[in-house]
Structure formats: C-alpha cells, structure tokens
C-alpha cells in the first residue's frame, strides 16, 4: 500500500486546514487508517483513526472537538479536517494505514505497518 499526504499548510491560530491521504496498491476498505503528527524534537504521536472497516473514530484529547476524520473507500482517500487550529498543532503530519493492527495498539505509531511522506502544518499565533 503507498500513501501521498497533501494539503498541508501555513496557517493562522483559529483557522481551518484539511488534509488528505490517497492510498493506491490495495482497497482499504478493510484497512485501520489514521493520521499521526511528529512535532521538531518529539516523537510521532497519535492524532485520529479508524479502526478497520468501522466508522467509529478514535481520537487523541488534544484534537477531539477540533478535528475530524472521515473515509472515502471508493477513492482510496482519508481526509482530516482541522478546525480551531493552534500553534501548538504545527508538526508534519502522516496518514498510515494497517490491516492487521489490533484495537489496543490503534495509537501506537510503532505498530503501523505503511506510511505517506507527510505532510507539514504551520499555526502561527
């Protein structure tokens, strides 16, 4: 499975951005897909997923409210709508996807098996 992250950006606190993951090599209509951040210096954290064919999203505390994740399995795409944006919020940005990933370790980066390249978010205060 490949993943392209797009729509990353520049961006003042309090506005919007929404990014968006095409997957190719493999329908993952079946797949856990999600998106994760990795801020300078610190580790890739989890930020919304779904877990396989579910519609029910996970997210982490400090994006539910602001964020919201959703699927197109026709297009192979995952977006992630980002409203109420903060400076603490700039990272790059990567879309993963897995299918065999279990609920438990949903948000643990290390267990995802593919990734997009990322994708930079900048929330300037």
């Known amino acids: 499975v490949q993943l392209q992250a797009s729509g990353g950006g520049l961006v003042q606190a309090g506005g919007s951005l929404r990014l968006s993951c095409v997957t190719s090599?493999?329908?993952?209509?079946?797949?856990?897909v999600g998106w994760f951040r990795q801020a300078p210096g610190k580790e890739r954290e989890f930020v919304a997923a779904?877990?396989?064919?579910?519609?029910?999203?996970y997210y982490s505390d400090s994006v539910k409210g602001r964020f919201a994740i959703s699927r197109d399995n026709a297009k192979n795409t995952v977006y992630l709508q980002m409203n109420s944006l903060k400076p603490e919020d700039t990272a790059v940005y990567y879309c993963?996807?897995?299918?065999?990933?279990?609920?438990?370790?949903?948000?643990?980066?290390?267990?995802?098996?593919?990734w997009g390249q990322g994708t930079l978010v900048t929330v300037s205060s």
């Open positions: 090599g493999d329908t993952i209509g079946t797949y856990s």
């Open positions: 993963g996807a897995d299918s065999q990933i279990i609920l438990s370790s949903l948000r643990d980066a290390v267990q995802w098996d593919y």
């Open positions: 779904f877990f396989r064919r579910g519609y029910n999203a």
